[in-house]
């Protein structure tokens, strides 16, 4: 395997486990109501949004990335 198709497919599996990770850490914050609820005029959301769902979208994927790497090198 090529260095260039190893960067691809470390982050397209990366990118594809925190696409599939996202909504169930959705799910745990609205069960547990880990949620930013709008409760003053700075917050522009209109309804209670989950705290960590991009947060860790984002860091999952550098995190696999990484671990893919790691793994192949």
Do not use: G, Q
């Not at 190893?6 to 397209?12: C, E, K, N």
């Not at 309804?47 to 960590?52: A, C, H, K, N, R």
């Amino acid at each position: 395997m090529n260095e260039t198709s190893l960067y691809l497919f470390a982050f397209f599996s990366a990118l594809l486990s925190s696409f599939l990770l996202a909504p169930v850490c959705r799910f745990f914050a609205v069960k547990f109501k880990v949620l930013d609820a709008p409760s003053s005029n700075i917050k522009t959301h209109k309804i209670s949004t989950p705290y960590f769902n991009f947060k860790k979208f984002k860091r999952n994927t550098i995190r696999l990335s990484n671990i893919v790497l790691a793994w192949f090198n």
